[in-house]
């Protein structure tokens, strides 16, 4: 069974840093886009970052500059740098996987930005 398991959440104070990862198996990893959804209380999850396999990288707005995704092929993990962390950062954090035909969506990592 695919598996993504997410690490790296906690609680960080405002302009501070965190580091997710996303490890995969069972998947054929370096065909899959590899992507970071959030999804805030109250909110909709939305789209944070994404990775395609020959490693372009797409970004939302409101993360563009302080937030960086990156892919390690080789340990079937994905990764996501969140520097300069504002409270409204504050949500689950999940990771994808996704192809033309499949989706595969890890169960989360909560990020909490407070001081």
């Known amino acids: 069974q695919v598996q993504l398991v997410e690490s790296g959440g906690g609680l960080v104070q405002p302009g501070g840093s965190l580091r997710l990862s996303c490890a995969a198996s069972?998947?054929?990893?370096?065909?899959?886009?590899m992507g970071w959804y959030r999804q805030a209380p109250g909110n909709e999850r939305e789209l944070v970052a994404i990775?395609?396999?020959?490693?372009?990288?797409n970004y939302a707005d409101s993360v563009k500059g302080r937030f960086t995704i990156s892919r390690d092929n080789a340990k079937n993990t994905v990764y996501l740098q969140m520097n300069s962390l504002k409270p409204e950062d504050t949500a689950m954090y999940y990771c994808?996987?996704?192809?033309?035909?499949?989706?595969?969506w890890g169960k989360g990592t909560l990020v909490t930005v407070s001081s």
């Open positions: 069972r998947i054929i990893f370096n065909t899959y886009t």
């Open positions: 990775a395609t396999p020959g490693g372009t990288t």
């Open positions: 994808t996987a996704k192809t033309v035909y499949m989706n595969y």
